[in-house]
């Protein structure tokens, strides 16, 4: 359904705000996507009782008239994430003085949208990343316009403007072998395809959570 007036948008963000309210689908939704076998996320903690937080912003506004969440492509740099698509966001700084801060202010640092407008409305089940031992809270939130974009040259290599119908369309999660900087190759990893881009690995938990919340919601 399109939505070409700010009333459809503010009925959507409304409706998905009251979904948010609700149990999530949480690690069931998450698994369907992961890239390989993964341990239960109170399993996994166990083994490190004090893992690095970090949390990421996940955004809607309104584009082309319809709703669109934003998606980054990083740099390449020596790290585990290098060059791989993310929703913008990044560790919590010892400064922020709550997790939500944290989202709100790397995804300002990124992409250069004005976090003061951003109105936080849910969050998604958190996602532990055992290469990296970051544990990620992902928060949701909304624009009612679509922001301006400055990214940041040094850690973004591209902003993905994604409408939300390509993240409910059964055509664009599929599969593949997946090389990783380290030489290791995972086998048949499911993913999403992004306007050509590989969405895999905790972005696309979070994305398959998200697209079980968003079957839910009445869009008008």
Known sequence: MPFSELTDFSQFTSNLELELQKPLPGEEAQFA???????????????????????????????????????????TYPGVHSGQVSFPGGSKDENDVSLTQTALREAEEETGLNKNKVKIIGKLSSVYIPPSGFLV??????????????????????????????????????????????GMVMDDTPYFDIY?????????MMMGELREVLKKVKWG
């Open 33 to 75: 996507m992961a890239p390989y076998q993964r341990r239960l996320r109170k399993n996994a903690l166990a083994e490190n009782a004090s893992p690095r937080q970090s949390a990421v912003l996940v955004l809607f506004y309104p584009f082309k008239g319809e709703p669109h969440t934003l998606l980054m492509l990083r740099k």
């Open 196 to 204: 050509g881009h590989t969405v895999w690995g905790a972005t696309a």
């Open 137 to 182: 809270f992902p928060f949701v939130g909304y624009l009612n316009e679509k922001p301006f974009f400055k990214p940041d040259e040094k850690e973004v290599e591209e902003l993905i403007e994604v409408p939300l119908l390509m993240i409910l369309d059964e055509k664009t999660i599929k599969s593949k072998n997946i090389k990783l900087a380290n």
